[in-house]
């Protein structure tokens, strides 16, 4: 599964290791609790930058 994450620097895309983890919604929280537990739930696939910020307001509209 891959997961797309838009950040005010752009777009990052991610791919998920471990789908189980994220099963229960309630517990979502804690498996990004850190940087290391993050880490062993998905992995940084992709990151597309934004070049300015008149390109990053484009995108929110």
Same mark, same amino acid.
């Given at each position: 599964? @891959? +997961? @797309?994450? !838009?950040? $005010? /620097?752009?777009h /990052?895309?991610f &791919?998920v290791?471990? !789908?189980?983890k994220l =099963?229960? +919604?309630d517990?979502? #929280? %804690? #498996?990004? =609790?850190? *940087?290391? &537990? =993050? *880490?062993? +739930? +998905?992995? @940084? %696939? /992709?990151?597309? /930058?934004? &070049?300015?910020?008149? !390109? $990053?307001? $484009?995108?929110?509209?």
């Amino acid at each position: 599964m @891959l +997961v @797309l994450f !838009e950040t $005010a /620097a752009g777009h /990052a895309l991610f &791919k998920v290791q471990d !789908e189980g983890k994220l =099963a229960n +919604v309630d517990d979502i #929280h %804690k #498996h990004f =609790a850190s *940087s290391d &537990k =993050a *880490s062993q +739930v +998905v992995k @940084l %696939k /992709a990151f597309n /930058a934004f &070049k300015d910020t008149t !390109e $990053a307001v $484009a995108d929110v509209i």
